[in-house]
T-cell receptor
Framework: GDSVIQMQGQVTLSENDFLFINCTYSTTGYPTLFWYVQYSGEGPQLLLQVTTANNKGSSRGFEATYDKGTTSFHLQKTSVQEIDSAVYYCAMRVSGSFNKLTFGAGTRLAVCP | EAAVTQSPRNKVTVTGGNVTLSCRQTNSHNYMYWYRQDTGHGLRLIHYSYGAGNLQIGDVPDGYKATRTTQEDFFLLLELASPSQTSLYFC????????????FGPGTRLTVL
């Protein structure tokens, strides 16, 4: 079946550090890839989506890239701030799946001032 | 902007108890979803629906029933609650389409003693 693997459970950085989170996916279908962010006490919200047309997406200083060859997609930010502390989820939708999303396990980012 | 509300926000019940979690969305979305969130597993899809009276089985449906009574309302039913169902439950809604964003509610924390 479809799956998304997100190995980094916890990442701790200092302000202005570089952030890189990696996900890999597996599907026999045609995927669309997303990153969601969840702040403390809230539900997840869409951060950005990665279009396979240009293999990239960007929002709020975050950038996502997609590599079809290695079936992986990454989230990165050049300089994180304390307000970026949250849980980040990668997610995949497969064409013909009734809009169903498959999520990774999540990466908890803690940014220290 | 989509509004998704959930009730109750917190619920404590005993093993074997009967629980109903409610979700309402006011943005006329056709698709609604129920997820559970557990540490190490991320968000896992329980049931979803693409319209009133429709129900689709998700990835972790055992022990759960769901009903979509109107376009706005989606209910999750636990008829014989077990401690393994202690979790944070999220409802979400979306339009159709490959890039459609899912809008999440604030969550319901359920504890089964």
């Amino acid at each position: 079946g479809d799956s998304v693997i997100q190995m980094q459970g916890q990442v701790t950085l200092s302000e202005n550090d570089f952030l890189f989170i990696n996900c890999t996916y597996s599907t026999t279908g045609y995927p669309t890839l997303f990153w969601y962010v969840q702040y403390s006490g809230e539900g997840p919200q869409l951060l950005l989506q990665v279009t396979t047309a240009n293999n990239k997406g960007s929002s709020r200083g975050f950038e996502a890239t997609y590599d079809k060859g290695t079936t992986s997609f990454h989230l990165q930010k050049t300089s994180v701030q304390e307000i970026d502390s949250a849980v980040y989820y990668c997610a995949m939708r497969v064409s013909g799946s009734f809009n169903k999303l498959t999520f990774g396990a999540g990466t908890r980012l803690a940014v220290c001032p | 902007e989509a509004a998704v509300t959930q009730s109750p926000r917190n619920k404590v019940t005993v093993t074997g108890g009967n629980v109903t979690l409610s979700c309402r969305q006011t943005n006329s979305h056709n698709y609604m979803y129920w997820y559970r969130q557990d540490t190490g597993h991320g968000l896992r899809l329980i049931h979803y629906s693409y319209g009133a009276g429709n129900l689709q089985i998700g990835d972790v449906p055992d022990g759960y029933k769901a009903t979509r009574t109107t376009q706005e309302d989606f209910f999750l039913l636990l008829e014989l609650a077990s401690p393994s169902q202690t979790s944070l439950y999220f409802c979400a809604s979306s339009e159709g389409g490959r890039y459609a964003e899912q809008f999440f509610g604030p969550g319901t924390r359920l504890t089964v003693l």
